[in-house]
């Protein structure tokens, strides 16, 4: 299980606070919109040449995710670190997976919009707010446990029986499955049974940390949890996110977007016999998925 900050602390939305603090209401939208921001570029997609001759890209009509947590911290965290700051959009629960409570299914493709309760940590005041008035979020994180998405295959699938999927169903010609095969095929040794780590910030380039499923400790590479042997997945795409504390009697909306690009999100290969629309094709997630990830959070 990953550990996050020692320190959790939930506030309320809407609620008055006291003379010397202000109001901050939270809400954040997700959605498989391309969002316009400096802290993401999408890179024109490669093509593996590991699965055969590619033959198309495919973008689901539905896209969601069962999340563990997802958020922001200014700096690296060890439980020797009282200075860390957090601000989750979605709390670690050890006690509920993500696929046993609702709550913690994001559909992209459904584009809503939710006001939330955060979980704040660090140095907080008696309001439960941060003490800091201004907090420089060095570090952008998310952490699915799953992936589910639904897409359209081509007509010439109607009648294959496609060799690499034993977890999927395909109903009138629409595929359904998780990420675990797909991404198996591309990271087959890496470890997600507990899902994967997608850690933006602090670095210059984007890479994945342990794809043989090693054990990482805390580190610039590792900075949100404790030793894992996890998959986590580094990338530069962010710019950091700069948090200003609501001055006194002021109110303040925090509206954050977390998008996931999903136009030709999947990628079809011909396989082994390097003949199309045949038992043995692959579908994987396009090079470099991750970077179609983006977070965006605006004062209003």
Request: aromatic share 12%; proline share 4%.
């Amino acid at each position: 299980m990953k550990t996050l900050f020692y320190i959790l602390l939930t506030i309320v939305l809407l609620s008055s606070c006291k003379k010397e603090s202000g109001t901050v209401i939270y809400k954040i939208n997700f959605t498989t919109n391309k969002i316009t921001s400096k802290s993401l570029k999408l890179e024109t997609d490669n093509l593996y040449t590991q699965f055969g001759d590619y033959i198309t890209s495919l973008t689901p009509s539905k896209f969601t995710a069962g999340i563990w947590t997802v958020g922001y911290v200014d700096t690296v965290f060890s439980h020797s670190n009282n200075d860390a700051q957090m601000l989750q959009y979605m709390q670690q629960n050890s006690e509920i997976l993500p696929f046993d409570d609702p709550s913690r299914i994001v559909d992209f493709s459904d584009n809503n919009t939710v006001t939330f309760n955060p979980s704040l940590g660090g140095r907080m005041n008696q309001d439960g707010q941060f003490v800091d008035k201004q907090i420089d979020f060095a570090y952008f994180y998310f952490m699915p446990i799953y992936f589910y998405q639904e897409v359209q295959l081509p007509a010439e699938y109607k009648n294959v029986q496609l060799n690499m999927f034993t977890s999927a169903s395909v109903n009138n010609n629409v595929l359904k499955v998780r990420h675990t095969e797909m991404l198996n095929k591309i990271l087959p040794n890496a470890k997600t049974i507990h899902g994967f780590n997608f850690i933006f910030g602090n670095t210059n380039s984007t890479f994945v940390v342990n794809p043989n499923g090693e054990t990482v400790l805390t580190s610039g590479n590792n900075p949100i949890s404790d030793a894992t042997n996890d998959l986590i997945i580094r990338s530069n795409k962010y710019t950091n996110m700069i948090y200003n504390a609501p001055s006194s009697g002021e109110t303040i909306v925090m509206s954050g977007v977390l998008s996931f690009d999903s136009e030709n999100l999947i990628q079809v290969y011909a396989g082994a016999d390097n003949v199309p629309y045949t038992s043995d094709d692959i579908f994987v997630y396009a090079p470099k998925f991750w970077e179609r990830i983006n977070s965006r959070l605006d004062i209003i």
